[in-house]
């Protein structure tokens, strides 16, 4: 080697030196709402990102109720196969990883909770009933549930064993619907970690060893960045509207911001705001699997209560729409096959319908009212009204009647400025009588 090769990779190797290491960095995101399409493709491209820009983790803070089974096992799929440690905390305290949110932090590389959080509850749930304590007969007679029950059992059972955690309990979680508080789930292997917050977990992971596609990974986060990854705009809009409550609120204000309009015709503002409604619901509806029973219920409540406006039945086929309403809003995501997502009863459901009610009743009200009321606008409602001859009747002439000049004809003759009373409109013409001036 030359004497200035050796010179230049001596001064290679000085600046090496002196330049800063570059800062490890932990990714961060936070799913809080359903697992949905939306926000596995969230996941999934935060660890696409994480894989690419050289993170030392993907951090996902998690909150959820559960979601759809098919978003789920997206999620778990790209979470085993991740380049990248994957760590899912369950935070803010309160929060829980119920359903779908079980099988994800199982299959995190790290799994964390906070204080006053749960796990647990895997069941594929119906709103008739079904569940993880149903009995043997429920199960006969529920074939689709049981199939579920069973797939799900399954795919619990491969990602505890894969992670190396209480395939007991996981299984148990599906069977049983069992739910436990973060210390319990530490006690019994089901989680790695209790931090209370983001410094603590990565103070007690750091230095831990992970599977990282059966190849052994260290992890070291002492002081490392944390990066949030924000969602994108469309995704959080449809991140939104994948929820059975939202899509249950924009049906019901859509089909009445409609019965409006096709009520009072030309009022515009109600039926543009329906339709925007029908609009974002039919995206909600792209997203979130349905059953055609239950909408064709809800679509039947509406045909009862426009019936209501024209047939005679007090008050029953209003009663009986209301009744569709609720049958059909509790059927519509009821599909424990390929979800455990269903529109809250109590909290949505029941306050949404009555709000509608309430509304299409004033609708129904002030129809009939106009029905009864007796006609004020038109050429019938001159009957009875009074006037002044202009240049007198002989027995055809003008008068002026409402504000108004008309031809009228009358059966005997009156003086110019004589008082008329309108007796009969036939056609453009009024047949008056004389009438003694006050």
């Known amino acids: 080697m030359t004497r200035r090769s050796a010179g230049t990779l001596l001064l290679i190797a000085i600046v090496a030196l002196a330049l800063p290491a570059a800062a490890a960095h932990v990714n961060v995101i936070t799913v809080a709402g359903s697992i949905n399409p939306a926000s596995s493709d969230y996941i999934q491209n935060a660890i696409e990102t994480s894989e690419g820009d050289g993170a ?31 760590i899912v905390y369950v935070t803010p305290r309160g929060a829980w990883a119920a359903s779908a949110g079980t099988f994800i932090t ?62 007991e309990w996981a299984l148990s979680a599906v069977r049983e619907a069992e739910a436990i508080t973060q210390d319990e789930a530490l006690r019994l292997n089901v989680i790695d970690v209790v931090a209370k917050d983001r410094a603590d977990l990565f103070a007690q992971v750091d230095g831990r060893t992970v599977q990282l596609n059966d190849v052994p990974h260290k992890l070291a986060l002492k002081d490392v960045e944390t990066r949030q990854i924000e969602m994108a705009g469309m995704t959080r809009l449809f991140n939104f509207l994948a929820s059975p ?53 809800i679509l039947a409540g509406m045909a009862l209560m426009v019936a209501e406006i024209f047939i005679t039945s007090f008050g029953l086929l209003f009663v009986g729409g209301i009744l569709c309403f609720l049958l059909g809003g509790s059927m519509l995501f009821d599909m424990p096959e390929v979800s455990d997502l269903t529109v809250s009863f109590w909290d949505v459901l029941l306050p949404t319908v009555i709000g509608f009610a309430v509304c299409a009743a004033l609708v129904v009200y002030a129809v009939g009212r106009s029905f009864l009321r007796a006609q004020m606008s038109g050429t019938s409602e001159m009957v009875g009204l009074t006037g002044v001859t202009q240049n007198g009747l002989s ?38 009588r004389s009438v003694p001036s006050r």
Request: proline content about 5%; aromatic content about 6%; hydrophobic content about 50%.
């Open 56 to 86: 030392a983790a993907l951090l996902i803070e998690l909150d959820t109720p559960g979601g759809l089974l098919a978003s789920t096992k997206d999620i778990i799929q790209a979470i085993l196969n991740s380049s990248v440690p994957v």
């Open 106 to 167: 199982l299959a995190g590389h790290v799994a964390a909770m906070a204080p006053g959080t749960s796990i647990g509850a895997a069941s594929p749930v119906s709103v008739t009933g079904g569940g993880g304590e149903r009995d043997e007969k429920d199960k006969r007679t529920d074939v689709s549930l049981e199939k579920a029950e069973k797939f799900t059992m399954a795919f619990m059972e491969s990602i505890a064993k894969e992670r190396d955690r209480n395939v």
């Open 245 to 297: 409550d939202v899509a249950m609120i924009l049906v019901m204000a859509g089909l009445l911001g409609l019965y409006i309009e096709f009520q009072n015709p030309g009022m515009l503002a109600p039926g543009i705001a329906g339709a925007i409604c029908l609009v974002l619901a039919a995206i909600a509806f792209q997203i979130l699997p349905f059953s055609w029973v239950g909408l064709i219920l």
């Open 395 to 432: 027995p055809g002439g003008t008068v002026f009647v409402r504000g108004e000049y008309w031809s009228a004809d009358a059966d005997e003759n009156v003086p110019p400025g004589g008082r008329v009373e309108v007796i009969a409109v036939e056609g453009m013409r009024l047949r008056v």
